[in-house]
């Protein structure tokens, strides 16, 4: 059974940080793409950042470039968002999720396997 729990979660001033994780399990970790959405009320989901597991390839969108970084432990089968310098417009649940090594990182459809969600707020 596969398992994607995301952490990390929880509330910040703009201008601040916070570290978001993602421990899978029942998957195969270290060749395919991870991905992290976020999803804010009233709005679609959309891409923040990606990594390809087998080479370390990261993709980011245009709005997180500079401020997140996103990262892999392939021993501890865990996905890292290290988030800095957050806006208001941060705030969103975030989600982590898995795909195979096909198709673009943006698009929502190719990944199979999803987190929970761990809610991400940043006040001003």
């Known amino acids: 059974q596969v398992q994607l729990v995301e952490s990390g979660g929880g509330s910040a001033q703009a201008g601040g940080s916070l570290r978001l994780s993602c421990a899978a399990s029942?998957?195969?970790?270290?060749?395919?793409?991870m991905g992290w959405f976020r999803q804010a009320p009233g709005k679609e989901r959309e891409g923040v950042a990606a990594?390809?597991?087998?080479?370390?390839?990261?993709y980011y969108a245009d709005s997180v470039k500079g401020r997140f970084t996103i990262s892999q432990d392939n021993a501890k089968n865990t996905v890292y968002l290290q988030m800095n310098g957050l806006k208001p417009e941060d705030t969103a649940m975030y989600y982590c999720?898995?795909?195979?090594?096909?198709?673009?990182?943006?698009?929502?459809?190719?990944?199979?396997?999803w987190g929970q969600g761990t809610q991400v707020t940043v006040s001003s």
């Open positions: 990594i390809y597991t087998a080479g370390g390839t990261t």
């Open positions: 999720a898995a795909k195979e090594n096909v198709g673009s990182w943006r698009d929502v459809l190719l990944y199979k396997y």
């Open positions: 029942g998957y195969t970790f270290s060749s395919n793409c």
